[in-house]
């Protein structure tokens, strides 16, 4: 990116059966836009008696957004859903005022080797809809924005850029951009995104000012109106970003708030068990004892 203003490196987190690796919240960045959670999924390799088994847990003030690049996962929720997502859709679930839900390997596949590569993300609500009813939308593939300009194919995932829309409900001005290109050239498209903005680079390198930057990095944004860079061939990144929030957002566990009293009073709901099951699962994962507040 041109104007760098933060260069974060992916870290390893365990999630239970493998390590993910995590961009995001850092330390010296909490947020980009309202993106305030980003998990690297991957890629996992898994043998016929492996499989992803995340019971079941509560999430609020947040959306999840779920973006496969291999691999499949079946989502069910304490609303009612229950659906496999595959390569190139969209889950995106909001959780608002509390929601409880499952990842798991499908049943077609968990006798089988099988692999498992994507993107989880954590986009805070805004003040207005942080106890909103939750919500789960599915966006198919097919439906996703895509088109190519001189060599580079552009996927808009999730909310405004290009003059274009993502189907993917958002709640608060944002964009979700996939860029791949099989070619070396400049991309210059800091005119279509607003707010801040970072570039994650999956696989390949980038180029900007004199340096190159390579897979498993995150730059950040001084200014996203001045997003430009020579992009190497056969390379795949993605953009994300949008208006920032004017208050504070805390993140401890899973749960995202603008105040510390709805974490506190979310843990006790989950001790409590206050929060709605998904049907026809019993395992829970327990709240962890470790207290982290981030803003």
């Known amino acids: 990116m041109s104007n760098t203003k933060l260069i974060i490196e992916e870290r390893a987190a365990n999630i239970g059966n493998f390590l993910v690796g995590r961009l995001l919240p ?5 947020m980009v836009g309202p993106f305030i959670f980003i998990d690297h999924i991957g890629p996992v ?11 079941m847990h509560p999430h609020i003030g947040l959306s999840t957004l779920t973006f496969l690049f291999e691999g ?24 608002g005022k509390g929601v409880v839900h499952t990842e798991r390997t499908p049943e077609r596949l968990r006798n089988s080797t099988k692999k498992l590569h994507g993107l989880q993300i ?10 909103c009813e939750p919500s789960f939308a599915h966006v198919s593939a ?16 999730a909310g405004k850029a290009f003059g274009k829309q993502s189907p993917v409900p958002v709640y608060s001005p944002l964009f979700f951009i996939e860029i791949k290109s099989i070619k070396t050239q400049t991309i210059t498209i800091g005119d279509h995104l607003f707010g801040e903005s970072a570039l994650y680079i999956l696989e390949g390198s980038i180029t900007s000012d004199g340096h190159t930057y390579g897979e498993k990095q995150l730059l950040v944004a001084k200014d996203s109106t001045l997003c430009a860079f020579e992009i190497a061939a056969n390379s795949t990144v993605y953009i994300f970003g949008g208006n920032p929030f004017p208050e504070e957002r805390f993140i401890e566990w899973n749960f995202v708030a603008s105040n510390k ?14 929060f709605p099951s998904v049907p026809n699962e019993t395992e829970r994962i327990s709240l962890p004892e470790q207290r982290r507040f981030g803003g």
């Open 26 to 30: 850092f330390r010296q960045k909490r």
């Open 45 to 55: 390799y898994m043998n016929d008696k492996e499989n992803l088994d995340v019971a």
């Open 72 to 95: 499949a996962i079946v989502h069910r929720d304490s609303i009612g859903t229950e659906i496999e997502i595959t390569p190139g859709a969209v889950n995106w679930m909001t959780a």
């Open 122 to 131: 954590w986009v805070a609500l805004p003040l207005s809809e942080e106890q």
């Open 142 to 157: 097919d439906e996703i924005p895509s088109w190519e300009d001189d060599g580079v194919q552009f996927k808009l995932i």
């Open 261 to 274: 009293e709805l974490i506190e009073k979310a843990k006790e709901n989950w001790k409590g068990n206050k």
